[in-house]
């Protein structure tokens, strides 16, 4: 290990900023891998940054325990990156960027750390993850190739057949075409390091009756309990990641619970207890992908996009929710205070369906690049007649003079033809558990359609909880 704290920006190092490949594309390869019955492998680089070229010239000391007793004031100079080095991250990735684009791998421009290669019928995906690679194909030779190229390029582990990426759990069923992903040793981990283990299950992350309030936080110019604080913020990171992975379920607890992050009261902790009490009864709960309906044949991404208008209590700004579903499981979701005050629902479901349209755009733009053929606009679902009206007919008047410029992306679009938003009934609107606490049935309906199932364990445990 290289002591880079002692390191001077400018002299040695510049950059240090390195890529990882996002979740969603995770997820939408796996998506695809269940849709079209790929090989899933994975491989791990053994001491990855140890293979990074280095654009400076550094020099450490001699490291303990093996100074040359006959060189003592001697200084080592590095030839290759070494872990602790700021920009140790940064050469890798440019490192193994480059052998992949030297084995015939073109990088996605949507996101830099997932390659794909075709040529003929032969199709590879890598998701790379810094030194965890997800490889992807319709080819058994072709993968038998590119572990050997990359055998001779760098010590790797084979790992066979993927089972675990970042945490996430993958069981397959290839007769049937399907894919799960799940965290349930992560869940696991977290509720017994938290204590939460042996709690009794509920059946939602959060209480339908009452909102979280800053009112519910300790009083302003008291001396905060620092120990207290960092408790609460180790709490909402580690269910917070859950989310990210598999979890779409917590995603607006986990973003109502991250606004008290720097003064939390003991309601807002009981509401984080209150979530892990859900993660309890749900830890089995997994996301499942293959091919539904009339997606059979080709797989179309389309997402959910909704808004709760005017339900923080403390500043009234509204709730935006998106999801968007690809083999019949989400692949991508998003729960998050808007960033200005909507003055009315029509305003807060316009403003949710433009960033629901810029992620639209994302996705129309990576399965683009992975060679999935669009077939006509990415289809939004939105429940609001008003917002829907909206961005197809640029009506200027008093209720939508003054909304912002930015939020008219989604109109743009729409005249495109890139995006259309359909109507669909309340009921069925998925977002909508993305923007608000909603009761058991609708709750677990609405996740259900999201393509988050339980295994049979997990159901008996929540039954046996509901039973009490």
Not at 17 to 32: G, K, M
Not at 47 to 55: V, Y
Not at 168 to 189: G, K, P, W
Not at 363 to 376: D, H, M
Request: charged content about 20%; overall charge neutral; proline content about 4%.
């Amino acid at each position: 290990m290289a002591k880079g704290y002692s390191q001077k920006e400018g002299v040695d190092y510049t950059e240090t900023f390195a890529p990882v490949a996002n979740f969603s594309a995770i997820r939408a390869l796996l998506s695809l891998c269940a849709h079209y019955d790929m090989e899933l492998h994975q491989m791990d680089v053994k001491t990855a940054f140890l293979n990074g070229d280095l654009e400076q010239e550094i020099y450490m000391t001699q490291p303990e325990g093996f100074v040359d007793p006959a060189r003592r004031h001697f200084v080592c100079k590095l030839q290759h990156s070494l872990y602790g080095l700021k920009q140790a991250g940064r050469s890798w990735n440019e490192k193994i960027d480059k052998t992949l684009h030297d084995l015939g791998f073109t990088a996605l421009k949507s996101d830099p750390c997932v390659y794909v290669y075709a040529k003929g019928r032969v199709v590879v995906f890598i998701a790379l993850y810094v030194d965890d690679l997800l490889l992807a194909t319709n080819s058994t030779p072709a993968l038998t190739r590119l572990k050997a190229d990359l055998a001779e390029k760098f010590a790797m582990k084979d790992l066979g057949e993927a089972q675990y990426i970042l945490g996430l759990q993958i069981e397959r069923n290839r007769a049937a075409r399907t894919l799960s992903i799940s965290q349930a040793e992560y869940v696991r981990h977290v509720l017994d390091r938290f204590g939460m283990w042996n709690s009794k299950p509920v059946p939602t992350p959060l209480e339908v009756s009452g909102k979280l309030t800053k009112a519910d936080s300790p009083v302003a110019g008291t001396a905060p309990d620092a120990a207290f604080i960092r408790l609460y913020q180790s709490a909402v990171g580690a269910v917070m990641y859950a989310m990210l992975g598999t979890r779409p379920d917590i995603a607006f607890a986990v973003t109502a619970l991250s606004q008290f992050n720097s003064n939390p009261g003991q309601v807002h902790w009981g509401a984080v207890k209150h979530v892990m009490r859900y993660l309890r009864g749900t830890v089995n709960y997994r996301l499942t992908y293959g091919p539904t309906g009339k997606n059979a044949v080709s797989p179309v991404v389309h997402g959910y996009s909704d808004s709760d208008w005017g339900s923080n209590p403390d500043n009234r700004r509204s709730v935006t929710g998106y999801v968007f579903l690809l083999g019949g499981g989400a692949v991508s979701w998003q729960a998050r205070k808007q960033s200005t005050v909507a003055l009315s629902s029509v305003e807060a479901e316009y403003m949710a369906a433009t960033q629901s349209a810029k992620e639209a755009m994302w996705w129309r733009s990576t399965l683009s690049e992975l060679g999935i053929e669009l077939g006509g606009p990415t289809i939004i679902h939105s429940d609001s007649q008003g917002s829907i009206a909206l961005t197809k007919n640029p009506e200027h008047h008093a209720r939508s003079k003054h909304i912002d410029i930015r939020h008219h992306f989604v109109r743009e679009q729409v005249a495109a033809g890139t995006i259309t938003v359909d109507y669909v009934p309340t009921e069925d609107m998925i977002a909508d558990v993305l923007t608000k606490a909603l009761p058991r049935d609708k709750h677990h309906k609405l996740i259900g359609m999201m393509g988050l199932h339980s295994s049979s364990s997990a159901v008996g445990v929540l039954e046996m909880a509901e039973r009490e």
